[in-house]
């Protein structure tokens, strides 16, 4: 009499298999246009907000000359391991940011002056994208006639045009964005920055010419593939592109907090205007 173990079992791997491509795969919810609904709190996980390229573990964002290692730099020494960097397996498509010569130099210079440079150090606005994926929720508030996306990062907030008003106004860390539709695929073009902002703690930067486009595509119910690719001929040799999920809060406690840290640098950039300064 034959077994019929083996038909039973590829039965039962193909039932696997079937739920597997299943899960996750939850449907898109919509809008009554029939848009995908991103309304909600999301978030970035994963370590790109450190150093958007592929990095080992180091020792601090700032280190000085050791006497076999590099070590970190005095100012932050007394950190230890809660100033160290974790690694990443980054978020460039391709490896590598294509920097000029020139810009890679000021690169190197930002990595090494991180303490006196990074803007967010001092509470400045982050810039697009370097917001959304910052250790921190945002949340993107959505109809069929309006988008706006608010951080919890020092209470930055983007208006997303649907209709282009025209060249920005004036230059400002988040500049201007306006969006649209592709099918599902929500893009948003971005431009009137600064120049000031940085991508990451890692003193990787842009010029004020950065054009940025940003692409959010769901990935079913809680999940979109988010992807941003920079243009700026003053800075790099050619656009590049970042790519990576963004996860919906599903705790219904979740809310977005309030770090408005201007009142959290006040010592650091007026302290010393003290008649008698804090030692």
């Not at 070590?71 to 007394?78: D, G, M, N, Q, T």
């Not at 109809?143 to 209470?155: Q, W």
């Not at 893009?187 to 692409?215: C, I, K, P, Q, Y």
Request: charged content about 20%; glycine content about 8%; overall charge positive.
């Amino acid at each position: 009499m034959k077994s019929h173990r083996p038909r039973s079992l590829a039965l039962v791997l193909l039932l696997v298999a079937a739920a597997g491509r299943g899960h996750g795969q939850a449907p898109v919810p919509r809008l009554a246009s029939g848009k995908p609904d991103f309304n909600g709190l999301w978030q970035a996980l994963g370590n790109a907000h450190w150093d958007l390229e592929a990095h080992e573990a180091r020792a601090a964002l700032q280190l000085q000359p050791g006497q076999v290692i590099p070590v970190p730099a005095s100012p932050v020494r007394a950190l230890g391991a809660v100033g160290a960097v974790p690694s990443g397996w980054g978020v460039v498509v391709g490896g590598e940011i294509p920097y000029t010569a020139t810009a890679r130099a000021q690169r190197d210079e930002n990595r090494a002056k991180y303490l006196e440079r990074d803007p967010e150090i001092k509470c400045y606005l982050p810039g697009v994208p370097r917001a959304t994926y910052q250790p921190f929720p945002f949340q993107i508030v959505q109809s069929d006639k309006h988008v706006m996306m608010v951080y919890e990062y020092a209470g930055a907030v983007r208006e997303i045009y649907l209709a282009d008003p025209g060249p920005a106004e004036v230059d400002s860390w988040m500049g201007q964005s306006v969006g649209r539709w592709v099918a599902d695929t929500f893009v948003v073009e971005s431009t009137g920055f600064n120049g000031s902002a940085w991508f990451d703690r890692a003193g990787n930067f842009h010029g004020s010419s950065l054009r940025v486009v940003e692409r959010f595509s769901p990935a079913g119910r809680d999940h979109i593939w988010y992807q941003a690719t920079m243009t700026d001929p003053e800075t790099f040799t050619r656009p590049w592109t970042i790519r990576m999920p963004l996860y919906r809060h599903i705790d219904p406690n979740a809310r977005l907090g309030q770090f408005k840290c201007v009142e959290f640098v006040e010592e650091l950039m007026y302290g010393h205007l003290r008649k008698k300064p804090i030692q």
